[in-house]
């Protein structure tokens, strides 16, 4: 039972490395999607209404939306690979106690 905790261990230790990425990933993806909204607002907040203005502003709001799905994508990747470490703990958890169960029966004999 100890090999199977000490084989999850190494597993989690693969999935949060798995998990950093895709949070890094997320984080920069939202942090591009805000740079997409922002310049959006401020283009609105100029007021301009030339049909070049208008057509860069509906530009920006297309590039907006698209932004926010890949940040939301991201993050739902996140999202799966956290749910992963969630459930490699478990499993650990339920080898450790196997193995310290197996450990105290040795110990009586």
């Known amino acids: 039972m100890s090999k199977d905790a000490l084989r999850e261990i190494e ?11 895709a ?14 909204w922002q310049r959006l607002v401020e283009g609105l907040n100029r007021g301009e209404v030339s049909a070049v203005s ?4 509906l530009g920006l ?3 907006a939306y698209e932004a926010l799905g890949d940040a939301l994508e ?21 080898y450790v106690e196997k193995a310290f169960q197996d450990h105290l029966q040795r110990s009586r004999v």
Request: proline share 0%; charged share 40%; aromatic share 2%.
């Open 74 to 94: 991201k993050q739902s990747r996140r999202e799966h690979e956290g749910s992963h470490v969630a459930e490699g703990l478990g499993l650990l958890l339920l």
């Open 54 to 57: 208008q057509e860069v502003l």
């Open 23 to 36: 949070e890094d990933q997320a984080r920069i993806s939202f942090e591009l999607c805000l740079d997409k």
């Open 11 to 21: 597993k989690l230790r693969v999935r949060l490395n798995g998990l950093e990425k």
């Open 61 to 63: 709001r297309i590039e």
